[in-house]
């Protein structure tokens, strides 16, 4: 099953406008994905309708967002359900300070539906750091049953290691997710306790064209999103 496991659409302020549901669908499709997680900036609201498109072309779908905790890390999380989800996306609402976006500046922040009509319009800024820590994050999202793991880990800025400058024993992560550009042994080299961890690759998408340019292979038992963790955390070290 080949997995990008980390992709924006029209609602990131970062993500292009071509970024739509439909358009992601049908690119993956091309790219021949198997399974895309959507993980918007602190939010899940686009996710029921590129939900409903990804079944229709017969793709697989982790439902999740990319949160941007209090200490400026970027973390991903995927729920089983759409009850989990929504529960989530409360604890978002709950936890994003009340700044407004200015498109002008940051990109908009839109919702649109599977014929790229828009339905709706994000008012804060999503890129905002809640005022929930990483620790109480991971254990809100394992709480719910969800997948947990600090994205691009790699970089020399909104990573868990680029704020924190290391990853503590007590988060319980379920993998760590590296950057299209790092060199895997390098990274472990220079970062040898991370060995024990699960290492996914994503694209980090926020345009068309890097949608599948780097992607995770997973053997699953089956579809289900139990079967898809426990392939994620089976994950073999990076060769």
Do not use: W
Not at 23 to 51: C, F, K, M, W, Y
Request: hydrophobic fraction near 40%; charge should be negative.
């Amino acid at each position: 099953m080949k997995a990008d496991l980390h992709i924006h659409t029209v609602l990131s302020p970062c993500g292009d406008l071509d970024m739509s549901p439909r358009a992601i669908v049908a690119t993956a499709r091309e790219r021949g994905l198997d399974l895309i997680g959507v993980t918007d900036h602190n939010s899940t609201r686009q996710i029921p309708v590129i939900a409903r498109l990804a079944r229709q072309a017969g793709l697989l779908l982790l439902p999740g967002v990319e949160i941007t905790t209090r200490e400026e890390a970027h973390c991903l999380a995927f729920f089983p359900d759409d009850r989990r989800l929504d529960d989530f996306q409360r604890f978002l609402d709950d936890r994003l300070p009340d700044i407004p976006n200015d498109p002008a500046r940051f990109g908009y922040q839109v919702i649109v539906d599977a014929d790229d009509l828009l339905t709706g319009e994000e008012p804060r800024l999503l890129i905002s750091a809640l005022s929930a820590g990483v620790e109480e994050v991971e254990r809100l999202v394992h709480a719910l049953d969800g997948l947990f793991i600090p994205a691009h880990v790699d970089k020399s800025r909104d990573s868990i290691l680029s704020q924190l400058g290391f990853i503590p024993p007590s988060l319980h992560c379920d993998a760590i997710e590296l950057s299209p550009r790092a060199d895997p042994s390098r990274f472990l080299s220079a970062h040898p306790y991370l060995r024990a961890l699960p290492v996914t690759r994503s694209s980090d998408a926020h345009y068309l064209q890097d949608i599948g340019r780097s992607f995770t292979t997973l053997s699953p038992r089956d579809a289900s999103f139990d079967a898809i963790r426990d392939a994620i955390r089976s994950l073999p070290p990076p060769a």
